[in-house]
């Protein structure tokens, strides 16, 4: 997938837990780790607003558009 999730790195920079993350945003442990592994489809915009506004960061600091072939789609659009 061309997007990459760094919330890994985040919370590294930020010195926090996934579950102190998952606490301060109310979002379950298996959605958040499914979101920081990038297994993730979709976000929600009050997801991504309440993660950004927990971290005091900005979109482009969590998600990373990478451009390349897309393995899922052989690459076609």
Same mark, same amino acid.
């Given at each position: ?12 920079e *930020?010195?926090?837990? $996934?579950?102190? =993350? +998952? ?6 442990? %298996?959605? /958040? ?10 976000? *929600?915009?009050?997801? $991504?607003?309440? =993660? +950004?506004?927990?971290?005091?960061c900005?979109? %482009?600091? /969590? ?15």
């Open positions: 997938m061309p997007i990459r999730v760094t919330l890994d790195r985040m919370l590294l *930020r010195r926090m837990s $996934l579950t102190e =993350l +998952c606490d301060r945003v109310g979002i379950t442990m %298996a959605n /958040l780790s499914i979101l920081k592994t990038g297994k993730a489809k979709a976000v *929600r915009f009050s997801t $991504l607003e309440a =993660l +950004c506004k927990e971290l005091n900005q979109p %482009a600091d /969590l998600l990373v558009f990478e451009d390349g072939d897309d393995e899922e789609d052989g690459g076609e659009t």
